[in-house]
């Protein structure tokens, strides 16, 4: 599904798929929350890539987690060729190849947001562990090739960073230093996109800017690191034309 079309978006809530109609100046953002899914399970709503992503409890809530704890490099989600069939159809083998060169960075795709351009994307994340690494990254631009771009926070580092991930190698575009992220607390990440221009908000605050040599055009998701152990919930998409 489009979810750049300004004629109808998706508001997914605890699993169910609602259509709306809209109109050009208004559109209702797709919201993911896991208060439905099964602790233990792999979230309905995503689909895992690299890393161990599955539904964990804290307290009375339910989040999605990626598990880093016993991570290796080169681990790819199970079943992971006929995930990538079920997001790139005959293109599959490209994207497969370019995944494993990734495998360092543990992500997960959005199912039912096949391209967005323009709009925000934001999610709260809670760092619980992590020695190496505690990364929470919104994953945009995801191409048929691999090829993609997030924007992350690391309580570990208080930065904020723009990556690219291009021809199997990645390298940072745009670093932001100072930027208080306490491990343990809820926070929000949020990116801004419109055209080429990039923003990237923690906590409500304007922190990063950037413009891209191209307009963004991919699916989007969730993106960590090594042995991050994150908490991640309210997922939300608002797409503008």
């Given at each position: ?93 490209e994207f ?111 922190y990063l ?33």
């Amino acid at each position: 599904m489009n979810v750049n079309n300004n004629a109808k978006t998706v508001s997914l809530l605890g699993g169910a798929l609602t259509l709306c109609l809209l109109c050009a100046a208004t559109a209702e953002p797709l919201k993911i929350d896991f208060s439905n899914e099964t602790v233990g399970s792999e979230p309905t709503s995503f689909v895992n890539v690299v890393g161990v992503w599955r539904i964990e409890a804290e307290g009375d809530n339910r989040v999605l987690a990626v598990d880093g704890r016993k991570w290796k490099e080169g681990q790819a989600s199970a079943g992971l060729a006929e995930r990538a069939k079920a997001l790139y159809g005959e293109r599959y083998a490209e994207f497969l190849d370019r995944v494993q060169a990734f495998a360092y960075f543990p992500y997960t795709v959005a199912k039912d947001v096949s391209d967005f351009r323009n709009g925000e994307i934001s999610v709260r994340f809670k760092g619980i562990s992590g020695r190496i690494d505690q990364g929470a990254g919104i994953l945009f631009n995801l191409r048929p090739n691999g090829d993609y771009l997030t924007v992350r926070a690391n309580p570990l580092e208080n930065n904020l960073v723009l990556w690219k991930f291009e021809k199997g190698k990645r390298s940072s575009v745009k670093w932001v230093r100072n930027t208080p992220t306490a491990t343990k607390q809820w926070h929000e990440l949020k990116v801004r996109v419109s055209g080429t221009k990039v923003e990237g908000y923690l906590d409500g605050k304007l922190y990063l800017e950037d413009t891209l040599a191209q307009p963004v055009s991919g699916r989007i998701g969730l993106w960590s690191k090594a042995d991050s152990h994150m908490y991640f919930n309210d997922y939300t998409v608002a797409a503008v034309d």
